[in-house]
């Protein structure tokens, strides 16, 4: 029985990374994968010896994985499947802990660069909450309560009301992530909606058609045939998932490659170009790396302006709030001047 969760990328980029190694050594997949079980956490013990059960009854790696549960995700399994396949295993295992390295070096990046706006915005509600305090004390010349910042909100009261207000949506988002970074990375409606977002969009979207590149690239270095390479390729890249059957029904009436896959509309005009050159030069499987190294970058630089963006954002809605409360307090001390007048 797996486990009933998704093994950390830490973790399966150094399980993967040293087994492609050992592989790489001439050690058995066995033999190799049974080190890795002695190694892993408790919790996931459970999945790696469904594994290694797959194993020993004949299965395949990938099927093996798939079989054990949610804890290795379509990425991993993808890939591997490709190593499976073209008899592989070392190189797709080396590939995919590369591949999670990256993300891995990527999602500190983001947390790094967010540091900064996310300190900002807690001493902006901080210094929201000690004037909601101060307010509860500003009266009008009649003695009337004057709501300063126009929230509804003045005193101690009112600054305890704004705080488990706050404190309720950090609860929220604390308890919606797992299931949001789930989401993510099954390629569920979390990057569904990413993909629509105005630049972090076309980083997924680079993200993905460099995952599917790489499989691709592999089966074709595996000798693979176009329908094999393409299902491995989707599988690998849920997000672009092709029905291989209809790519091999085009082919056989006499659409090349590229045509057939152009014809499903899912892969971006890039990978296609590069299917076609490959194609024709007979070296698709290093058109298919070449393009997938590029893709990456261009999904590290969209995903770094991403967070620029947010940290913007973030400085902005800040810089905007001064703006406001300064603006509020000398509509009231212009309000009291004239009442003064009137007196």
Known sequence: ??????????????????LATA?????????????????????????????????AAGDGLALAMQRAGGAFPPLVRGLV???????????ALRDVAAALERGIRGRREL????????????MALAAISVLILVNGAI??????????????????????????????????AV??????ARSWADHGLARTIAARIPILGPAVRSAEAAAWCKAAGL??????????????????????????????ERLRGGATLDEALAAEGRLPRTVLEAVAVGEMTGTTAESLDRLAGRLDEEAR????????????????????????????????YAGILNQARTL
């Open 23 to 55: 592989l790489a050594a001439g050690i058995d997949m066995r033999r190799a994968w049974a080190a890795e079980t002695s190694r892993v956490p408790h919790r996931w013990r459970p999945a790696m010896e469904a594994v290694a059960s797959g194993i």
């Open 111 to 122: 947390r790094a660069a967010l540091a900064g706006p996310a300190l900002r915005l807690v």
């Open 219 to 248: 089966a074709s270095h595996a000798g693979l045939d176009a329908g094999r390479l393409v299902g491995l390729a989707s599988s690998a890249a849920p997000g672009l998932r092709i029905a291989a059957g209809r790519v091999e």
């Open 301 to 332: 630089a969209g995903f770094t302006a991403a967070v620029g963006a947010v940290g913007f954002i973030a400085w902005a809605a800040v810089a905007g709030l001064v703006a406001l409360v300064v603006f509020r307090f000398g509509s009231f």
């Open 175 to 180: 308890l919606a992530w797992p299931l949001l």
């Open 1 to 18: 029985m797996g486990a009933t969760g998704r093994m950390s990328d830490r973790q399966l980029a150094d399980v993967l990374g040293r």
């Open 81 to 91: 499947a490709v190593g499976d396949a073209g008899g592989r295993d070392a190189e």
């Open 139 to 172: 009266t009008d010349l009649d003695g009337k309560a004057v709501d300063i910042l126009g929230l509804g909100l003045t005193g101690r009261a009112g600054a305890i009301r704004f705080l488990t207000a706050v404190a309720g949506v950090v609860v929220l």
